[in-house]
């Protein structure tokens, strides 16, 4: 497709030459500001986006050719082992054998160089497109004005009218000739790029659903990234072909929306003309064969996912060990947090790539966390004295103090976490029966439908209160001098850093954003291993139960009773164990979460309420929305206390229930310990002070609302 497009721009260059010598023509012939204004907005709107069009397509190709060669592959010939690095288009070895260096490093160099020459041809062809067809439009919006000024020059003369008149048709006539160029060189490379691209999102959509189960984060994100490129390519063509159909049809529309009915009969006549014109458009194919419009587009969506899945359905997927393949179904979602901030802990099974991610990330992203915090502190204590800009800033700044003890929680409880995931394996591994099993995928899918819960609200909630402080911008004068920044939502003590001046104020921002997604993260990480372990353990309780009912069956037979209450006790003591752990990873974070999302729960009321009388919709949503995700965030480490009590208690209760009275005396005398343990039920704790529960729950809420009452008053 490159290759096709770099022949286009060489064989084509003569008429490329003359449309920008007649663009410049355009700019050069304008004489009135109100004209240069039009021209000026559509000029930007093209350079916008070609930049987003180079951002993508070259983006794109680079992260999928690192993605296939960073990595090493090693491979034995004639028993000498070599290690090397996959190419993403392998050569024939019987014409280069690029399995041996020099060739392999080579070969790579040559591919990043011819990966670049045809990306680049595919932007070239991409962005003149769309700078042509923004400046053919720029130059129709000048036709509309000129038709809206032409009653008034009838008012001042007929000949002025006829003059204007006669300005319009040429100025019409050297647009359509414009596009007509336009589509001359487009519509090969056109063609090109929709038949290509749909084979291309296909594959790409192909090669991510079976990278799917092996959970490549790398190769699933540059798949994600060459699809999202290649359709974003196809809307652009579409959408030049759409646009400016639709703006040579609008020269018709205008003309018989002008006042023709106080103009001469003669002139007016001369309307039907551009009228019926008009109406014949030129329209920008793909091969001469497709019109582009957003209708094509979402016909190549429609056609590259029935390609994918007939390649699916063709292709044979090797299915992965069950236990493994349902224990990652469970896990899934809260490794991809997980590995985003380098806290997914490392097993002798991980990847050089994820090893050198973690080690990475982590300084990173605490540099990010302190460079906001400190600053932050530092302001709040030293530089503000006003009261209410202290409150103003307390909230955002728990916040990220409270993902800080989550993100060091996580870092430091590694091994822990490690052992639980490895005792969830193992737990999977040894369901034999299907019933089982099923009762275990029940729970988990609990778990994972919880954790999506988190992650939606937590994340939505910070950037939602973010986006709504710093897209605006804000007027301060220093010095004498005017300057315009974006706030903060944590504002950084000057003395230390004046992100009040550019490039510092974006800087901090990005710095802000970074460390706002790893404290959100942090705490959806947390969040959702406490839901994934709890209902894992659940679902392990659940099992006892079905055991515990079936203890009596075959009751004659003494030795089979015995084994399974021998089985039934062990599993019982492997889940508590397990519960032990997630009390001791949790605990922390529990505590943190408790009273972090008290305060700035009261702080979020109170900041709605002061915005009430202003009636800032975006800021009252955005509070709204932050409250209701501290309130789940609680309310799912309270559940998750609550039922993990109900449920251990609950083997007591079944233990009960049975039939007991039908076992021998001495295997019934073993119910009495399952019964006595079971009423001392391991609690999950806040930093072994509260237990979690529901009416633990409601106390927060009453809590936060007491302290919202009390700033209100302090405020007033």
Known sequence: MGSFNYWILLRHGKEIHECVKHMEEDWRVIQRVEDFEVMMKHAKMGRFLAGICVTFMQGSSIFFNAAATMKTVTFIVNNVTTTIHPLSCPAYRKLVDTRFSPANEIMIVMQFMSSYITNSSTVCICSL????????????????TWFNELVEDHAKGNHLAEQRLTNIVKHHLRVLCFIARMENIMHKSCFVELTGCTLNMCLSGYFFIMNWHALSTAKMMSYFTIYVSMAFNIFIFCYIGEIVTEQCKNVGRMAYMTNWYK???????????????????????????????????ADVIKTSLAYMNALQTMAIVPRKDESTEDNDYSLQLSRWFLISIGAWPQTSKSTVMEKWSTFVLIPMFWAAVAINAIPCLLYVFFETEDIQTKLNTAGPLIHRLMGTVNYWTLLSRTGEM?????????????????????????????????????????????????????????TVVIDNQTITMHPMTCPAYRKLIDARFSPANEIMLVIQLTSTYVSSASTVCVCSLAAIFAMHACGQLNVIYVWLNELTENHDEGDLAEKKLTVVVE?????????????????????????????????????????????????????????????????????????????????????????????????????????????????????KLFHLSITTFGDVIKTSVVYLNILRTMAM
């Open 418 to 474: 490690r052992d639980c995931i490895g005792h969830m394996e193992t737990d999977w591994r040894l369901v034999r029966r299907a019933e089982d099993r099923e009762l275990m995928i029940e729970y988990s899918k609990f778990g994972r439908f919880i954790t999506m819960i988190c992650a939606v609200f937590m994340q939505s909630a910070s950037l939602l209160f973010i986006a709504t402080k710093v897209m605006k911008k804000i």
């Open 129 to 144: 497109g769309i700078a042509f067809a923004m400046h053919a439009c720029g130059q129709l919006d000048m036709l509309y």
């Open 571 to 687: 599993h019982h003591l492997r889940v508590l164990s397990f519960i032990a752990r997630i009390e001791s990873i949790m605990h922390k974070a529990c505590l943190v979460e408790l009273m972090g999302c008290t305060i700035n729960m009261c702080l979020v009321g109170y900041y709605a309420l002061m915005n009430w009388a202003a009636f800032d919709v975006a800021k009252i949503i955005s509070y709204v929305i932050v409250y209701l995700s501290m309130s789940f965030n609680i309310f799912i480490f309270c559940y998750i206390g609550e039922i993990l009590t109900e449920q251990c208690r609950n083997v007591g209760d079944m233990a009960y229930m049975t039939n007991w009275y039908k076992l021998r005396h001495r295997t019934a005398l073993g119910l009495v310990l399952i019964i006595a343990r079971s009423n001392n039920v391991i609690k999950i704790t806040a930093g």
């Open 263 to 297: 103009l001469d009969h003669k002139t007016a006549r001369n309307f039907i003309l551009i009228i019926v014109r008009s109406n014949n458009v030129i329209k920008i194919t793909a091969g001469k064969i497709f019109s582009l419009s957003i209708a094509t587009f």
